[in-house]
């Protein structure tokens, strides 16, 4: 029997995809904050985050107009919790978490070594209504040899699931994509 829900809680039921780590630099100092609202806009490397003034690393994204997108696993579930209940304005997130920053090939903010990928990003907009920062990726690395592949997933109030087996339909939705597809 279906019962009423709380509209507030609604973010519970869906999660927009898996949590990340962000990194940025102001110029002086790498910074790096966790995400748990991303999105893939279209079926081009176009991305947004949900982030605003509130996170210290949002004024070094407005005025770098770049970031990484760091996609951590399980594994780092510790850190990323970590990270994101802390602020870097008087916290060296990357020597704290044990993180290792890597230079990025297309921007100033690091990579994450210890992720599974990193997506460097350019700022294409920012909707300020909404707090929804728009990126485009620019590059992507992905730790082929990294053995653990689990993602994360935030569904509210401290709780996370993590991605299971990968289902394949591939050959059944290839049948209904036009040839040159």
Known sequence: MMAPMPLARVFTLIEPGPVV?????????????????????????????TTGPWNHSYAALRKSRECVIAVPTVDLLDQV???????????????????????????????????????????VDIVRRHNIVVLEGLAAHLDRARRERRTLHAVGDGHFVVDGPRLSRRAKMRAKLPPDV
């Open 81 to 123: 919790v970590g990270i994101g209940t802390c602020t870097g304005a008087d916290t060296d997130k990357f020597e704290r978490f044990g993180l290792t920053p890597l230079p990025g090939s297309c921007v100033g903010a690091p990579l994450i070594k210890e992720c599974l990928a990193n997506i460097e990003c350019r700022v």
């Open 21 to 49: 780590l962000v990194t940025t630099h102001d110029g002086k100092r790498h910074n790096v904050m966790t995400i748990s609202w991303t999105m893939v806009t279209d079926f081009t490397p176009t991305l947004a985050i």
